[in-house]
């Protein structure tokens, strides 16, 4: 069975940084593609970020990008979230999520997922 431990998040003023990192057990991801999610309060999970298992072919989405690099070290098998010039808007709490493979698809399908980590960014 595959866990996924997050940690890193925390308080943080606007224009700050995080780096979010995610721990996989249970099995190597190496192959797999990971993503990172978040929800805030009162709003649906959104898409963060994505990485193949290469780490050559990384997305973003449109509200990070430029601020967020996602990379991940396949033999320690954890995967990170490099996050700055943080706005409040940030605000949520953070999930990593793996496929069950080499999938295409970085937004959905994602077969296991994390507990997450809180994120606050204070304006």
């Known amino acids: 069975q595959v866990q996924l431990v997050e940690s890193g998040g925390g308080l943080v003023q606007a224009g700050g940084s995080l780096r979010l990192s995610c721990a996989a057990s249970g099995r190597t991801l190496s192959r797999n593609t990971m993503g990172w999610f978040r929800q805030a309060p009162g709003k649906e999970r959104e898409f963060v970020a994505a990485?193949?298992?290469?780490?050559?072919?990384?997305y973003y989405a449109d509200s990070v990008k430029g601020r967020a690099t996602i990379s991940r070290d396949n033999a320690e098998n954890t995967v990170y979230l490099q996050m700055n010039s943080l706005k409040p808007e940030d605000t949520a709490v953070y999930y990593c999520a793996a496929h069950r493979d080499y999938s295409s698809n970085v937004m959905n399908g994602y077969s296991y997922w994390g507990q997450g980590t809180q994120v606050t960014v204070s304006s």
């Open positions: 990485i193949r298992w290469s780490g050559g072919s990384t």
